[in-house]
């Protein structure tokens, strides 16, 4: 950081009233006890804004660099990702840029996914049986072994989905 202090409101307003006197910088700078420079700064932003606030100066607009890929392109890569989940970003770059003049690299693919939501994930393992739970099974299966076909018409099956006729 400069060692630049910025001036008040107040002393500069007191440096535009000094002015409305004819009074020079020097003696100004002198009377206040500021640098020439300091003073040579204030007034040509006192000329450019016409105003003694500390106003921020806007940043230019930065130049952006145009995309390597068409929204198309992108829209075709995010397709691409949800129809095969376990497709890797470089599986999918090698797949873009099979049908592309111009390559794509694998930042470019990875930065189209996340922007589109989709984020790396490993996929979880099912997690295996417990031991208790092998045992309770086995002993299920040992007490409804002798069963008959018409003990097993009364049970009911379900897979757990929730059906919804009317609504």
């Known amino acids: 950081m400069s060692g ?3 001036l008040s409101i107040e002393t500069r307003a007191l440096i535009v ?3 409305s006197t004819r009074r020079s910088n020097r003696e100004i700078a002198k009377l ?12 040509k932003k006192y000329e450019d804004t016409g105003s003694l ?6 940043k230019k607009k930065r130049s952006v660099r145009p995309k390597i890929t068409t929204s198309a392109e992108d829209r075709a890569i995010t397709i691409i990702s949800k129809r095969n989940r376990r497709k890797t970003a470089p599986e999918l770059t090698a797949e873009i840029n099979a049908s592309r003049p111009e390559p794509v690299s694998l930042t470019t693919v990875k930065r ?8 790396a994930r490993i996929a979880m393992r099912k997690p295996l049986l417990r031991e208790q739970n092998k045992a309770k099974r086995l002993a299920w299966a040992k007490s409804h072994k002798n069963w008959t076909l018409e003990d097993w018409k009364k049970v009911l099956r379900t897979d757990e989905s929730k059906f919804e006729i009317f609504g």
Do not use: F, I
């Not at 206040?32 to 007034?43: A, C, W």
């Open 4 to 6: 630049r202090k910025e």
């Open 17 to 19: 009233s000094h002015h």
């Open 32 to 43: 206040l006890k500021l640098k020439r420079r300091t003073m040579d700064y204030n007034d």
């Open 53 to 58: 606030s500390k106003k921020k100066k806007k």
């Open 112 to 119: 189209r996914l996340r922007k589109a939501g989709l984020h």
